[in-house]
């Protein structure tokens, strides 16, 4: 009995064995699968160009030859006025025009899911016409709306533009947050004595702050980086960091490496202000 005990014991071991020489071969076998050459290759496509601005920021040189380590173009950047004015400009755009779209499209979105009215289908979907229309179009048609008024170009049109732009993308973020909400409790805080603004104030935003967070800091993006819009509606002493690069550009004749250590700063801030942000929005979730 024992023998046979033996035997079949030896006969799983070889087994078990052999299994597990079969599940590393295919996992050998499946290190080098086309899906993750494909992975490697685009990750390489994405990061070689921030790869290569970092090395342009850090070179002593203006070209692209090496010539050693060096903070000089980081020391002129801390010294171009006509840059941080821009900055300065595009901050000051992109938080106003920010909150003024969360406001504008949170309202937006809890009106038209809360209240059943005519025409409620056919307002929203004209409201996500910005985000179809190229932004060319976009752009000429507020150049000819703000030379038919007689407004003045400056700060305050690319204000209204990036305002205007920005209104569909949190009104669709707050939709998606509202499409989850359960609106039996407005009507247990109706039951309680609760009034509309009481209601909206205490009850809905509160339950929509991940979405109008997450519209609010979109809004902020696409703000900073909006370069076609802001073309066609800055005026003198109006221009924003995206119009600042493209001229620096086209008067110098290519990227320099102000620009790239411009460039690498801003990644960086980026970099930190989202695990920040990450986090904030996984606290305010799960409130």
């Known amino acids: 009995m024992n023998f046979f005990k033996t035997v079949v014991r030896n006969n799983t071991g070889e087994a078990s064995r052999s299994e597990e020489a079969r599940h590393a071969k295919r996992a050998a076998a499946r290190r080098f699968s086309f899906s993750q050459m494909v992975f490697i290759v685009t990750m390489i496509f994405l990061f ?4 290569v601005l970092m090395y342009s920021s850090f070179n002593d040189s203006s070209s692209m030859k090496w010539s050693g380590f ?6 002129r950047l801390l010294t171009e006025r006509e840059l941080w004015r821009s900055v300065q400009n595009s901050v000051i755009v992109a938080i106003s025009s920010a909150l003024s779209a969360t406001v504008i499209g949170t309202l937006g979105a809890i009106g038209i899911n809360w209240y059943r009215f005519r025409l409620r289908n056919y307002i929203q979907t004209i409201s996500f016409l910005p985000m179809i ?6 752009g000429v048609s507020l150049s000819i709306f703000f030379a038919g008024l007689g407004i003045p170009l400056g700060l305050f049109s690319i204000y209204i533009a990036h305002t205007s732009f920005n209104i569909p993308f949190v009104f669709l973020m707050v939709t998606a947050r509202l499409y989850e909400f359960d609106f039996s409790i407005i009507e247990a805080a109706h039951d309680l004595g609760a009034r509309e603004r009481q209601v909206l104030f205490k009850v809905t935003i509160p339950v929509c702050m991940p979405g109008i967070v997450s519209g609010f800091l979109t809004a902020i993006t696409l703000s900073l980086e909006h370069f076609v819009i802001t073309f066609f509606v800055a005026g003198p002493g109006s221009s ?42 996984k606290y305010i979730a799960a409130k």
Do not use: C, H, K
């Open 48 to 51: 070689m160009p921030l790869l």
């Open 70 to 75: 060096s903070f000089r173009w980081y020391q």
């Open 133 to 138: 229309l190229p932004e060319i179009i976009f």
């Open 240 to 281: 924003t960091l995206p119009i600042f690069i493209f001229s620096a550009i086209t008067r110098r004749g290519g990227i320099t490496p102000v620009i790239s250590a411009l460039s690498v700063v801003m990644i960086l801030g980026t970099v930190v202000l989202s695990y920040l942000l990450r986090n904030f929005l």
